[in-house]
Nanobody
Framework: QVQLVESGGGLVQAGGSLRLSCSAS????????MGWFRQAPGKEREFVAR????????NVADSAKGRFTISRDNAKNTAYLQMNSLKPEDTAVYYC?????????????????WGQGTQVTVSS
């Protein structure tokens, strides 16, 4: 069992940056592949980025490619999402998720544990 807590969200102007953190407690987060998803009002939850258990393999959604970077620090039981050049369409609640698998996925059903989410609002 692992508990996930996201932080780092907030209000930022278009073109700005935020770094989201996902802190894990309980069983060490290094046992899990991690993913970031987001959900905007009235829309379905969508994949943002993923990272495998070791941190050697990552993938970012096309909509965020070149702007967002996912990383992890297993010693700190924390995963990160660095978001640069933010756009108003990035506004959403951002969720981190953990999978007991070694590998990550862009599918939400792959993940076993979810955080409560952190709001990101990008103003134009």
């Amino acid at each position: 069992q692992v508990q996930l807590v996201e932080s780092g969200g907030g209000l930022v102007q278009a073109g700005g940056s935020l770094r989201l953190s996902c802190s894990a407690s309980g069983r060490t987060s290094s046992s899990y592949a991690m993913g970031w998803f987001r959900q905007a009002p009235g829309k379905e939850r969508e994949f943002v980025a993923r990272i495998n258990r070791s941190g050697e393999s990552t993938n970012v959604a096309d909509s965020a490619k070149g702007r967002f970077t996912i990383s992890r620090d297993n010693a700190k039981n924390t995963a990160y999402l660095q978001m640069n050049s933010l756009k108003p369409e990035d506004t959403a609640v951002y969720y981190c998720a953990a999978s007991r698998s070694d590998v990550s996925s862009s599918y939400s059903f792959w993940y076993d544990y979810w955080g409560q989410g952190t709001q990101v609002t990008v103003s134009s």
